[in-house]
């Protein structure tokens, strides 16, 4: 598992104490992929760039409030996930998140964990994700970039674990089917 | 075979001279906490103070510019005063006068004669006077 190995090797600690190094280790290791995160779901770099800023200075400012420093991976996306939400309602008041499929949709159905893509693929994959909603493409995106647990993902997205597991379920459904789909 | 992560983090590798730029800003104003992060805190310490409650402190204006309203338009007339003696009528002078003369009788006067009053006595007079019975 990539983010629980990992976190036990974080300087969090440190890096509450006011170590410039360890937030310079923190910030390496977590800026390519909440970039990554953001400007998929802003589909704008320029904001993108300004949201990951905004997110850097507001750890080292409320760093204190992070109670488990395992958790500081998803606390630090969570920072991010409010930042792009700020900027969805602002341009787009009219244009609501879609709706939840339903909680009862995630029980029909597993999909396993092991998605690999072919390099001919690659672009169907982001085409894919281009295609989910906002909502489906944030859970989609914190499991593939950071493998978070299904609990990280809710907290960061400030939904319940159920909505959680019912949009992965979709989303990952989803593209399977068009991989599938693509290659028959 | 890649996985979706590698993909992702593929495409927008282009990003990190840009992403490292701003790693090195925020560091710097981490390098000068007496003046960066000092003076942010102070104003951070502020605006959770003052600004994230704005609506209550508006809420509080708002209800003591009312009660402060509502106390100047009723203030005068609800308040009762007490009368001065110019005020007076003289009908209200001549029913205090009756007043004060029946208290002061009332202080005067004697008990009344028939009213029986107990005076402590001997119990050996009591039982004479069953035997004189």
Redesign the interface.
């Known amino acids: 598992m990539l983010a629980v190995d990992e976190a036990q090797q974080l300087p969090v600690a440190a890096a509450r104490a006011g170590d410039a190094a360890a937030w310079d280790a923190l910030f390496r290791r977590y800026q390519l992929p909440l970039y990554v995160y953001v400007v998929e779901l802003l589909r704008n770099e320029q904001t993108a760039l300004d949201v990951v800023q905004e997110t850097f200075i507001n750890a080292t400012r409320y760093i204190g409030s992070l109670r488990d420093d395992a958790k500081f991976g998803s606390w630090l996306f969570s920072i991010a996930h409010q930042k792009c939400q700020q900027h969805w309602r602002k341009p787009r008041r009219d244009q609501p998140l879609p709706d939840d499929l339903g909680e009862e949709f995630m029980a029909t159905e597993e999909v396993p964990d092991d998605l690999l893509i072919r390099a001919e693929q690659e672009e169907e994959l982001m085409t894919l994700l281009n295609q989910l909603s906002e909502a489906h493409r944030a859970v989609l995106l914190l499991h593939f970039l950071e493998e978070f647990s299904l609990e990280e993902i809710a907290t960061v997205t400030g939904v319940s674990i159920g909505t959680v597991k019912s949009r992965l379920h979709y989303a990952k459904k989803s593209m399977r089917a068009l991989l599938e789909e693509r290659t028959a | 075979?890649?996985?979706?992560?590698e993909?992702?983090?593929q495409?927008?590798?282009g990003?990190?001279p840009?992403?490292?730029a701003?790693?090195e800003?925020?560091?710097a104003?981490?390098?000068h906490?007496e003046v960066a992060?000092g003076r942010?805190?102070f104003v951070?310490f502020l605006s959770d103070l003052f600004a994230l409650p704005r609506t209550a402190w508006a809420g509080l204006a708002t209800v003591w510019v009312a009660i402060v309203a509502l106390n100047l338009a009723t203030g005068d007339g609800a308040s009762p005063r007490p009368t001065t003696v110019a005020e007076r009528t003289p009908a209200l002078r001549q029913a205090l006068a009756e007043q004060r003369r029946f208290y002061a009788e009332l202080i005067r006067s004697p008990m009344p004669a028939d009213v029986p009053t107990f005076v402590p006595r001997p119990r050996s007079d009591g039982r004479a006077n069953i035997a004189a019975a």
């Open positions: 075979m890649k996985t979706p992560r993909i992702l983090l495409k927008h590798a990003a990190q840009q992403l490292n701003l790693r800003q925020t560091l104003t981490l390098s906490p992060v942010s805190s951070a």
